[in-house]
């Protein structure tokens, strides 16, 4: 096929960042204006296309043109660009390939008091982004409300001869009714190098009614831990109590603790969401002071988790954000096939990795269930929809700055099991086993 190109052979260069730089520069030159032009990238690494185009386009009247994107081509791998007109390859650019650097980012805790253990983990997730291998930690969330099945997601993968995830998490509730099975668990799985991630679903403190219970809610009665000044901050401050007195036995024995509280507040589901910025941050620098002064606890590394940006107003992950002094981890509950981070033109990843904060997937599942009228629609099948294998390639591809990536466990829902969890997918080593894992 003949290609009409200006005299000279048309010239592409590529310019890719080192870490932690985002995104990409394609440069041309001696092109026919009047062609229309095709660009990708192949990341010659691991064969795959991350840019495929989309958009054909003609060049400057001088024949050159300069395309760019914010796309995160994965450090360490060697990355080239292809031109096209009518369908064949008229230029390629060098090949280049990004380097891992160091994360120019501040090591020191939120509580400047912290343990020598958990200072060694922030310093190790500050760090994990510019390794080039065991730098993603595998977590898994578990069922604590279900004490015949607690410790199942993990026993079904080392009885395949897997390594367990190094993060296991639970749910602060559900020590209520299930302390023994749970403090044997999580204290064995940190005696053996695991780490603990603990979330919290606490009821409201208004009306006592459940996390979903929307009423009532004022926050700044919460501002205060130490000096309640309401029943419900009364309430608030029990609440509290009682989950100090479930981490302090963990930081009895040294164990660190990813602490989870007050999660997905940019969603309109529990009672915290969706709040008054100022209120908010009040809320929980009340909580931090509280917890870490008052009580003493300095084992905790503290997760401010959003959800994924749905798209309206108040679905901004970063809208609520308590504060670079009071946070350790930054991170997103993402429920999509696709495991994408925000609906389009949305905040999401990159606006959080750049905050200078290790970044997590916090949670991820299929689409979760939802209701459209009186239409229920069943969560979509994790093993189907969001396998292991692409869990990693995906996290690779477009999230590369990741940390940690928490499965949330199974449920069913009527009599079909949604397949969520780790254990239950097919290949679970192609995540597992991974040269970024990190595994207990």
């Known amino acids: 096929m003949n290609v009409d190109v200006q005299p000279g052979a048309p010239a592409l260069s590529l310019t890719v960042p080192d870490a932690p730089g985002v995104g990409f520069a394609v440069t041309g030159a001696g092109f026919d204006p009047d062609s229309w032009i095709w660009v990708t990238i192949q990341d010659l690494t691991d064969g795959t296309q991350p840019i495929d185009g989309p958009d054909a386009f003609q060049s400057d009247p001088d024949g050159t ?51 020598a253990a958990t200072k060694a983990v922030y310093t190790d997730l500050v760090a994990a982004p510019g390794r080039v291998d065991r730098r993603l930690i595998i977590g898994q969330a578990l069922r604590g409300w279900d ?58 403190p208004f009306t006592r009614g459940g996390v979903k219970d929307r009423r009532q809610v004022d926050l700044p009665q919460l501002a205060d831990p130490d000096h309640p ?21 963990f930081a009895d024995v040294g164990a660190v603790v990813l602490f989870r509280p007050l999660h997905e507040s940019n969603g309109g589901w529990f009672w915290w969401g969706q709040s008054d910025p100022a209120e908010f941050q009040a809320t929980w620098q009340g909580m931090f002071r509280y917890l870490t002064t008052t009580r003493g606890l300095h084992n905790l590394l503290w997760a401010y988790s959003a959800s994924r940006d749905y798209g309206d107003a108040l679905s901004d992950p970063l809208r609520l954000y308590p504060g670079d002094d009071v946070v350790d981890i ?60 692409r869990v990693i390639a995906l ?43 990190i595994t207990r």
């Open 229 to 249: 000044q309401t029943p419900a901050g009364t309430t608030w401050k029990a609440d509290l109590d009682r989950i100090a007195d479930v981490i302090q036995q």
């Open 395 to 437: 996290i690779k591809e477009r999230y590369p700055r990741t940390v940690l990536a928490t499965a949330w466990y199974s449920s069913e829902d009527g009599d079909v099991n949604n397949q969520w969890q780790i254990s239950d997918k097919s290949h679970p080593e192609a995540l597992l086993l991974d040269s970024w894992a």
């Open 147 to 204: 004490a015949a099945h607690l410790v199942e997601p993990v026993t079904a993968l080392t009885d395949l001869g897997l390594p367990a995830p190094k993060l296991l998490e639970v749910d602060l509730t559900d020590f209520d009714a299930h302390a023994a099975g749970i403090f044997t668990l999580l204290l064995n799985h940190a005696a053996q190098g695991g780490l603990i991630g603990l979330s919290y679903h606490v009821d409201n």
């Open 330 to 389: 930054v991170g997103l509950d993402i429920y999509n096939d696709d495991l994408r981070d925000a609906r389009p033109g949305k905040r999401g990843y990159a606006a959080m990795a750049a905050m200078g904060k290790p970044f997590g997937i916090t949670e991820y599942a299929a689409q979760n269930a939802y209701d459209v009228g009186q239409v229920h629609h069943l969560a979509h099948s994790g093993d189907r929809f969001l396998p292991n294998q």
């Open 65 to 115: 043109f300069t395309r760019t994107g914010q796309i995160v081509l994965t450090c360490s791998h060697t990355v080239q660009a292809d031109a096209f007109v009518d369908n064949e390859v008229v230029a390629t650019s060098e090949a280049v390939t990004p380097r891992c650097e160091p994360v120019p980012a501040d090591t020191t805790t939120a509580d400047v008091d912290a343990t």
